[in-house]
C-alpha cells in the first residue's frame, strides 16, 4: 500500500529553487550542530553539564531535520511523490519520539540553569555526571516509550480514500485524516497525550525560569545580573522558537488545520528552528565563540608553520 505526498506540488515553477534552498540549509544545520559537537568535545574546558545537554540537542537535531528533509529534497526533483505506508509510519516513529525527546530536553536544560544560578554552591552535587546521564536517559526513555504507542495506536486504524497527505512528510494529523472511520475520539485522546507531554516540560521550564528570574534581580550589581541572564539568553531563545511552533500545531483542534498553515508550521520546527540552533549557540554564547576562535587561531598558526 503506497501513499503521495503532496508536498509542494501548487509551488511546481518554484520546485528547483526550494530544493537549492533547503539543500543548503540541510547541509548548514547538519555542519554548524557537527561543530557544536566538535567544539564541545575537543574543549576540556566545555565538559560541563551545560554543554553535555548541548551535544544531546545538537545530536537530536541532526536526526530530527534528517527524518524530514531528505525525502523532501527528492520528492522536489520527481513528479511522483509516492511513500509507502511501511516508510510513511517509520518517518512518523522516529520524527515524532525526536520532537518529544526535545521537550524533555529542553526542560532538563532549564532544570541545569536553574541549578546553577539558583544554587551555585551546591551544583556540583546536584547536576553531577550520574545525574546529567539521568536527565538525558529519561528524555530520550519518555520520547521513545509514549510516541512508540501513539504512533502504534495511529496506525492500527483504518486507511482509505485516495491516500493522498496534504503535506511534505507523515505528520500525525494529515495522516489521521486519511482514516476511514470517525477519529473524534482517537483526536481527544492525542490532544490530552500532547498537552501532558507537551506542556508538562513547557510548565516545569516556566517555572525555572521565573525562578532564575526572581533571583537575577536580587543580584546587587548590574554586571552580576547581565553575565547571570547570558548564561539562559540562548537556551531561552531556542525554547521560544520550539515551543512557538510546537504549540501552535499540536495544540489546535482539527478544525484549525489547513494544509497551507500545516506546511508553514512544520517548515518552522523542522527545517528553520534545528538550523538556527547552531547560530544561536555559536554567536550569543561566549565560551563556545572563544573555543572557536582558539581553534581557528591554532588551525590558522598551523598552516602558517
Not at 531556542?238 to 484549525?256: E, H, I, R, W
Not at 555559536?282 to 572563544?290: G, I
Amino acid at each position: 500500500m503506497e501513499w503521495s505526498l503532496l508536498s509542494f506540488s501548487s509551488l511546481a515553477e518554484l520546485q528547483p529553487v526550494l530544493f537549492f534552498v533547503f539543500l543548503t540549509i540541510y547541509l548548514f544545520t547538519m555542519g554548524g550542530n557537527l561543530l557544536i559537537i566538535g567544539l564541545i568535545w575537543g574543549t576540556p574546558s566545555l565538559h560541563t553539564p551545560m554543554y553535555f545537554f548541548l551535544v544531546n540537542l545538537s545530536f537530536l537535531e541532526m536526526c530530527y531535520i534528517t527524518s524530514v528533509v531528505p525525502q523532501m529534497l527528492v520528492h522536489l526533483l520527481v513528479e511522483t511523490k509516492i511513500i509507502s505506508v511501511a516508510r510513511c509510519a517509520a518517518q512518523m516513529y522516529v520524527f515524532s519520539i525526536l520532537g518529544l525527546t526535545e521537550c524533555c530536553l529542553l526542560a532538563a536544560m532549564a532544570y541545569d540553569r536553574f541549578v546553577a544560578i539558583c544554587h551555585p554552591l551546591h551544583y556540583s552535587l546536584l547536576m553531577g555526571p550520574g545525574v546529567c546521564l539521568k536527565l538525558a536517559a529519561a528524555s530520550w526513555t519518555t520520547g521513545v516509550m509514549v510516541e512508540s504507542a501513539q504512533t502504534t495506536w495511529i496506525f492500527t486504524l483504518p486507511f482509505c480514500g485516495t491516500g493522498r497527505i496534504q503535506h511534505f512528510f507523515c505528520d500525525i494529523m494529515p495522516v489521521v485524516k486519511l482514516a476511514c472511520v470517525d477519529t473524534s475520539h482517537n483526536e481527544i485522546v492525542m490532544f490530552a497525550i500532547s498537552v501532558l507531554f507537551i506542556m508538562t516540560p513547557c510548565l516545569l521550564i516556566l517555572c525555572s525560569y521565573v525562578r532564575i528570574l526572581v533571583t537575577i534581580l536580587r543580584i546587587p550589581s548590574a554586571t552580576g545580573r547581565s553575565k547571570a541572564f547570558s548564561t539562559c539568553s540562548s537556551h531561552i531563545l531556542v525554547v521560544s522558537l520550539f515551543y512557538g511552533t510546537a504549540l501552535f500545531t499540536y495544540l489546535q483542534p482539527k478544525a484549525a488545520h489547513t494544509p497551507e498553515t500545516d506546511k508553514a508550521t512544520a517548515l518552522m520546527y523542522t527545517v528553520v528552528t534545528p538550523a538556527l540552533n547552531p547560530v544561536i549557540y555559536t554567536l550569543r554564547n561566549k565560551e563556545v565563540k572563544e573555543a572557536f576562535q582558539r581553534i581557528t587561531l591554532w588551525s590558522t598558526h598551523r598552516q602558517m608553520i
